[in-house]
């Protein structure tokens, strides 16, 4: 059973408008979560977390919002620019330092 | 600066052989960490370690070997390699107190 999902598979959106992605979770104990960015070829980089505690979080263009009782979270950047087209996981943690991890959602920023 | 570095970037290997990935970071985190990537799948953890002397188990462990002699270094061993094995493969390592994690650059194998 998966514990996180990320239901699209990919989404594509114009330069400058905002970029949703969503991400939800099944395992109430997870009490920390994070979106990594990853390039191809590359590793994936951490771009942006929030505490469970919180319901919100923002980091310039970047925002997480956070619905425990929904048990759903998302990310949003505004504006988007092209440079974001990459593939974005959701992960999830609780406790110790392991994550658990989505299957990820390409972001395709159009000129 | 500090980093995490995976070696080799690229193998091909025949099914049936041994292969060790090499993983090494100088941030001396505690914690380090084996995933597999595959298309659909996103990262499926294999195996992690909290310290020294510490392993344990991830979701999709089996026919998959780590150990942990030191801080730096967390080196994956397939016993003998598979078709299925084929993939790229990312270690990654976290601080005790800090929740995201620094990954690799990868390392894709093939098994023929």
């Known amino acids: 059973d998966q514990q996180v999902k990320q239901n699209s598979p990919s989404l594509s959106v114009q330069e400058g408008r905002i970029s949703i992605l969503n991400c939800d979770y099944t395992n109430s104990m997870f009490d920390y979560f994070l979106w990594y960015k990853k390039y191809p070829a590359e590793g994936p980089t951490f771009l942006i977390s929030?505490?469970?505690?919180?319901d919100k979080n923002e980091d310039g263009r970047f925002t997480v919002f956070l619905n425990k009782s929904a048990k759903h979270l998302s990310l949003h950047i505004v504006p988007s620019q092209p440079g974001d087209s990459a593939v974005y996981f959701c992960a999830a943690k609780f406790n110790a330092g392991k994550s658990t991890f989505g299957d990820g959602t390409t972001l395709t920023v159009k000129p | 600066d500090a980093e995490i570095t995976q070696s080799p970037r690229h193998k091909i290997t025949e099914t049936g052989r041994q292969v060790t990935l090499a993983c090494h970071q100088t941030?001396?985190?505690?914690?380090m960490f084996w995933y597999r990537q595959d298309l659909g799948h996103g990262l499926r953890l294999i195996h992690y370690s909290y310290g020294v002397q510490d392993t344990n188990k991830g979701e999709v462990s089996d026919g998959y070997s780590v150990s942990r002699s030191n801080t730096e270094d967390l080196p994956l061993t397939l016993e003998s390699a598979a078709s299925s094995q084929t993939s790229v493969y990312f270690c990654?390592?976290?601080?005790?107190?800090?929740?995201?994690?620094?990954f690799g650059p990868g390392t894709r194998l093939t098994v023929l």
């Open positions: 941030w001396n985190h505690n914690n």
């Open positions: 990654a390592s976290s601080g005790r107190r800090r929740n995201e994690q620094f």
């Open positions: 929030i505490s469970s505690i919180k």
